[in-house]
């Protein structure tokens, strides 16, 4: 971790002086205290001035987010919906005709399976070819807006009548203009070739493969003839899309029969107008279905009726031939009785024999395509004779059938006969048929076995009569199918009679509970929403700001932040000297002695006579840990102000590499430290005044080769000592620690090591830096200075052995400060952001 630490601190000295490489640093002993992140956690104030200074751009981010809500909802065609609700039951009134016992209820089950089978119908191509027709829904027109465009539906001030017969014309757009009351412009592309032309109102166009006439409707006014139109000629295929996409069908309750029928589109008018006409043409079609349905039956009856009456006409003739041959018409009463009894098994064969012959008839159904006429018709319905089979398993099995039938249609129409679920209700057909074969051969074998039985009890009978009169038995044998025959027409009549009844009776109660109104209210775009997405969009980005600015806030900005990270003392704050401009370290102390900056130095040398006496002799290093953090200035104006105290102060720029004091006094760097350290001059030699009596120093002088190897020689330790001879406090700008090993040699010297952090540009790993250095040395008196801090941090701020103090906001109409002027309301904006 310490590696990783020290390699971020490289990288931002590296950084700090342009790329260019820097010496390495002395190593620094680890331990498991430096893994120790000082900073973790959410530092609130940290949090807020980056909040603060973000403020604008999270006020712009939000304005930005509605704006672009707004721009959406301008530019963004609005989707309206109409809806209507129907109730569709089926509703008896035979009771009107006292004939309400006759007519069976419609089952709860039937009822809800046709509301499923009714939606489809809605949605079918029948009902869209009848919608097509009413509405002229293959032409569409439009007027063009500033940005977009928008149908009239109703409201165009022209019509177009046509007849295309090439398809290349279908779906494009043909432009119109008016160039005048009668006269307008008409352009199109066809097939990459441009056609149009100027044109007369009720002119007939021809251009190949299409025939145009263009009239004026009452909406061609002198204002309708500014704007651009364009039409569109919608092929089948383009208006059933249309229809498919926008078109909704759903079943509200099944309990009360009710169907929400709903349409969107762009234009309110044409939404509205399409539910209504849907309504109008299902009622029709609804009604229709069941005229064909009902007329398909009662031919079917016709059909039976017809072949029962023939055979009553042909036993009648037969009877009234006997009757004419014999003269007779009376039947002995002795015979009586066998001819009652062969009577009836004359029935009970005729009755085999008509259900031998619905056998045949239901073989003959089973194996075409479908049973009844439409999907909500039952079997029992279609054939009324199917109860007298007494087999409720095989009308079980045609109903079955019927379904299947169906359902496989309703498959067939988006499928084809290859999808898996065709090829399996297929299979499901073929299975059902071969179980109706099966039931059907069953019942024939029944049948079959019953009929033996009857021929053979009639035969006994026959036997029996053998003896009896000729005439008795012709006349018995005769009356029988007479007798037969005629029962079987009165129950088909009655019958026939009794679906005549249904037929009236039942009507289609088609009720429009909830009629289509234009709607209000686009459903589509939602304002609310758009608006509250393109708020939180704002905002988000906004916070999402402050964050990636929180995190990437690498800097010291204040003194809270200072005093938590850092281990060492926090001694003061040096405001910033904005009074003049400085392109180099000035002493400005002695010039501004009651200044802001004066004074905070005044407090931070309060400070460090709490840490060590002014009583005694003094050596203060000054370092920090890149070049630009202001070590020298503070060296040059703490020494001046210590000296304005009464105290003999000097300063030794030990920054060899690259000395700044002798520019703070503008001083000649000929001589200084060096030549005194390889003993060219003394130190009386090298001591230059400066414009406060009690202050000297002495510059670096020429740049060594080995600024290192000198510090470490026993000529640095005389000079001090000498210079403790005739000087209170000695101070030494070293070099910055983060670049060279000099400066952690001079402060293990110092009785008071101080190490400067500029605002607003020192890194946060350097106090990290400053952290491992007091403790790998032990520079148990190390302190910090806040430099270079902006108004508004505080100053004054001190720390140390002793109470420390300042004069901070109390020194109000102490300090020498020129006479502001007021804030502009932009300034103030400005600094309340920053």
């Known amino acids: 971790m310490a590696i990783n630490e020290n390699t971020e601190l490289e990288e931002l000295i590296r950084n700090a002086n342009g790329g260019l490489a820097a010496p390495p640093a002395a190593p620094f002993a680890s331990s498991s205290s430096d893994d120790e992140d000082e900073s973790a956690g959410l530092d609130l104030g940290t949090l807020v001035l980056v909040a603060r200074r973000s403020l604008l751009w999270l006020l712009l981010l939000t304005a930005l987010g509605v704006t672009a809500s707004w721009l959406y909802l301008r530019y963004t065609k609005p989707v309206y919906q109409s809806q209507s609700i129907l109730k569709i039951d089926e509703r008896s009134e035979a009771a009107t005709l006292g004939l309400a016992g006759q007519v069976a209820p419609v089952a709860d089950k039937a009822r809800s399976s046709k509301l499923a089978g009714e939606v489809e119908v809605i949605k079918s191509g029948i009902i869209y070819r009848r919608l097509k027709d009413s509405l002229a829904l293959d032409v569409n027109y439009y007027v063009q807006g500033t940005v977009l465009e928008s149908e009239m539906y109703g409201t165009s001030p022209f019509r177009v009548r046509y007849d295309i017969t090439s398809p290349s014309y279908y779906n494009r757009k043909f432009n119109l203009k008016f160039t005048g009351p009668q006269r307008f412009r ?4 066809s097939n990459d070739q441009a056609l149009g032309g100027e044109f007369s109102l009720g002119q007939t166009i021809s251009f190949p493969g299409l025939k145009l006439q263009v009239t004026g409707t009452p909406f061609l006014t002198a204002k309708a003839l500014e704007p651009d139109y364009h039409f569109t000629i919608q092929d089948e295929g383009a208006v059933n899309s249309y229809l498919d996409k926008n078109l909704a069908v759903e079943i509200v309750n099944p309990d009360a029969n009710t169907i929400q029928i709903s349409f969107k589109d762009f234009n309110p008018s044409k939404a509205q107008a399409i539910v209504n006409k849907i ?28 072949v029962t009456e023939d055979k009553l006409k042909e036993a009648e003739v037969n009877l009234q031939n006997f009757t004419e041959e014999t003269k007779t018409y009376d039947v002995k009463s002795d015979v009586a009785a066998i001819a009652d009894k062969l009577e009836a098994l004359e029935a009970s064969r005729a009755e085999l024999q008509e259900k031998m012959s619905l056998l045949a008839e239901i073989t003959r159904l089973a194996e075409q395509e479908r049973l009844t006429n439409s999907e909500t018709e039952t079997v029992e319905e279609s054939i009324p004779t199917l109860s007298s089979l007494e087999d409720p398993q095989l009308a079980t099995a045609l109903n079955d059938l019927n379904a299947q039938q169906w359902e496989l249609r309703r498959i067939l129409r988006s499928s084809t006969d290859k999808t898996e679920g065709v090829q399996r209700r297929q299979a499901e057909l073929v299975f059902t048929r071969e179980s109706i074969r099966r039931l059907l051969i069953q019942d024939r074998k029944l049948l079959n076995r019953k009929m033996q039985l009857l021929d053979q009890q009639r035969n006994k009978l026959e036997g029996m009569l053998q003896s009896l009169p000729a005439k008795a038995t012709e006349l018995s044998r005769l009356m029988r199918p007479l007798d037969l025959y005629t029962k079987s027409y009165l129950m088909l009549f009655e019958k026939e009679i009794d679906f005549n009844i249904q037929k009236a009776g039942n009507t289609a109660d088609f009720q429009i509970l909830s009629p289509a109104s234009p709607p209000a209210e686009p459903i589509f775009p939602s304002k609310l929403l758009v608006y509250a997405v393109g708020l939180a969009g704002g905002l988000l980005l906004g916070l999402g700001l402050i964050a990636v600015r929180y995190f990437m806030h690498n800097t010291v900005t204040n003194v809270r932040e200072l005093d938590r990270d850092s281990k060492a003392s926090v001694l003061g704050i040096i405001p910033t000297y904005d009074k003049e401009k400085m392109e180099i370290s000035r002493l400005v102390v002695d010039k501004n002695p009651k200044s802001a900056i004066s004074e905070s130095i005044r407090s931070i040398r309060t400070n460090l006579d709490f840490i060590s006496s002014a009583k005694k002799k003094r050596l203060i290093s000054v370092t920090s840990t890149i070049s630009g953090e202001g070590k020298t200035f503070v060296t040059v104006n703490l020494g001046g102000i210590i000296a304005l105290s009464g105290q003999r102060v000097i300063i030794l720029d030990l920054d060899m590499r690259k000395p700044k004091v002798n520019l703070a006094f503008d001083a000649e760097n000929t001589r200084g430290i060096s030549t005194i350290l390889i003993e060219r001059h003394s130190v009386q030699e090298c001591i230059q005044p400066t414009t406060i009596d009690t202050l000297q120093f002495i510059s670096a002088g020429p740049t060594p080769p080995n600024p290192s190897e000198l510090i470490l020689s026993d000529r640095f330790d005389a000079m001090i000592q000498e210079l403790y001879q005739t000087y209170d406090v000695i101070l030494i700008d070293t070099p910055p620690v983060g670049l060279v090993t000099d400066g952690i040699l001079i402060m293990r010297k110092a009785d008071i090591p101080l190490y400067i952090v500029r605002a607003d540009y020192s890194r946060k790993a350097f106090i990290k830096n400053m952290n491992r250095l007091m403790r790998s040395n032990n520079f148990t008196r ?14 004054g701020y001190g720390y140390g052995y002793g109470y420390g103090y300042g004069y901070g906001a109390y020194g109000q109409g102490y300090y020498e400060e020129p006479a502001s002027k007021p804030l502009t309301f932009g300034a103030k904006v400005k600094k309340f952001f920053t």
């Not at 309504?279 to 009726?305: C, G, M």
């Not at 910090?784 to 505080?794: E, K, W, Y």
């Open 186 to 189: 008409l352009d199109i592309m």
């Open 782 to 795: 190390m302190c910090t200075i806040l430099n270079d801090a902006q108004s508004g941090t505080g100053y």
């Open 279 to 306: 309504d109008t043409v299902y009622r029709q079609e609804k009604l229709a279905r069941k005229r064909e349905s009902t007329e398909q039956q009662l031919n079917f009856l016709d059909k039976i009726s017809a």
